[in-house]
C-alpha cells in the first residue's frame, strides 16, 4: 500500500476551478495507477478520472470530461485533478486513490487498494 494526502480543496463559486493535489511518499506512486473519486453527501462513490503510469492513459467520467484534466508528475510522486467550471452539483468530498492495474487505467472503486483522507470541495451558487 502507498499513503496518499489530498490538498487543494474549498469553497469556491459557481463556474470557478480548483487543482486538486495528491502526494504519495517518496517512490509509493511509481508503476501505479492513481484515480480521483468523489462522494456527495447521501450519494454512492463515483470515480472521477484516473491516470496510469506513467501517465500515458487517461480516463474520465462523462460529467467531467471537458471539465476535468488529471495528470502526474512522477518526479514529485503528485497527481493532480485541474477542475474547471465547477457546479454545485460538484460539491462532494473528493479522494484519490492507487491501484497497481495499470493499463488501461481502472475506474472501479474495487480495483484501488490505496486511499486518501478526502478533500472537501464545495461550490456554492
Known amino acids: 500500500q502507498v499513503h496518499l494526502l489530498e490538498s487543494g480543496g474549498g469553497l469556491v463559486l459557481t463556474g470557478s476551478s480548483l487543482t486538486l493535489s495528491c502526494v504519495a511518499s517518496e517512490g509509493a506512486l511509481d508503476y501505479w495507477s492513481v484515480g480521483w473519486f468523489r462522494q456527495a453527501p447521501g450519494k454512492e462513490r463515483e470515480m472521477v478520472a484516473s491516470?496510469?503510469?506513467?501517465?500515458?492513459?487517461?480516463k474520465y467520467t462523462n460529467s467531467m470530461k471537458g471539465r476535468g484534466t488529471i495528470s502526474r508528475d512522477n518526479i514529485k510522486h503528485t497527481v493532480f485533478l485541474q477542475l474547471s467550471d465547477l457546479q454545485p452539483e460538484d460539491t462532494a468530498v473528493y479522494y484519490c486513490?492507487?491501484?497497481?492495474?495499470?493499463?488501461?487505467?481502472?475506474?472501479?472503486?474495487?480495483?484501488?487498494?490505496?486511499w486518501g483522507q478526502g478533500t472537501q470541495v464545495t461550490v456554492s451558487s
Open positions: 486513490a492507487a491501484s497497481r492495474l495499470t493499463s488501461p487505467p481502472p475506474d472501479r472503486s474495487t480495483d484501488f487498494i490505496s
Open positions: 491516470i496510469s503510469w506513467p501517465g500515458t492513459k487517461t
